[in-house]
């Protein structure tokens, strides 16, 4: 067998591998339940590469809290094989636009501050359900804004109805990472991407 051929059969097999673990399942989920094209329009989120990144800093959020119920040990483990996977394709996506090695880890790492940022904040705000907190959170990480206005309190109405939804979702989908985000997330019951 060709050297090639065995490279790339070894790849492919890593390649299944990963797609079996329940995080990488979890992350390819959120991920596409964070880029329904009908969130940006109803909350007139601009459809931009920060804009992405923050809405799917969101998701990501509203799944991490929902994994916080499981058992510590299965919680922990997941989250951080989430995180792990979500800056692993946040480097990915930045080389792929061009940026240099020297520049990706410096931007890395400021996206992961913001993120953890992002994920204190709508915690914090889910953990006390206060709507309006939640709104003007959402204002200023998702639009940069500083107050909050109509669109950004339906965004905090969709958020706090998509955290009772995912804590709906039985543990053993969420431990398996089985579990249809884009369904469970959509907008109105309308899960078309």
């Given at each position: 067998m060709p050297l090639f051929s065995r490279i790339m059969g070894y790849l492919g097999a890593q390649q299944r591998k990963q797609e079996a673990r329940p995080a990488e399942r979890l992350y390819q989920s959120i991920l596409q339940a964070s880029r329904q094209q009908n969130l940006y329009t109803e909350f007139e989120v601009q459809d931009n590469l920060d804009s992405r990144f923050d809405m799917l800093c969101l998701h990501i959020s509203l799944l991490?809290?929902?994994?916080r119920m499981l058992p510590e040990d299965v919680h922990k483990q997941l989250n951080q094989e989430l995180f792990d996977r979500f800056f692993a394709d946040m480097d990915f996506t930045l080389?792929?636009?061009?940026v240099g090695d020297l520049g990706v880890g410096k931007r890395v790492r400021k996206m992961s501050e913001a993120?953890?940022?992002?994920?204190?904040?709508?915690t914090e705000s889910l953990e006390k359900n206060d709507?309006?907190?939640l709104a003007l959170a959402l204002a200023r990480n998702i639009k940069r804004a500083s107050e909050c206005n109509d669109s950004d309190r339906r965004m905090a109405d969709y958020v706090l109805e998509s955290r009772d939804r995912l804590l709906a979702v039985g543990d053993n989908e969420m431990r398996a990472g089985t579990v249809d985000l884009v369904a469970v997330l959509a907008l109105n019951g309308d899960s078309h991407v």
């Open positions: 991490m809290v929902r994994l080389r792929e636009m061009g993120f953890l940022g992002r994920l204190a904040a709508y709507k309006a907190e």
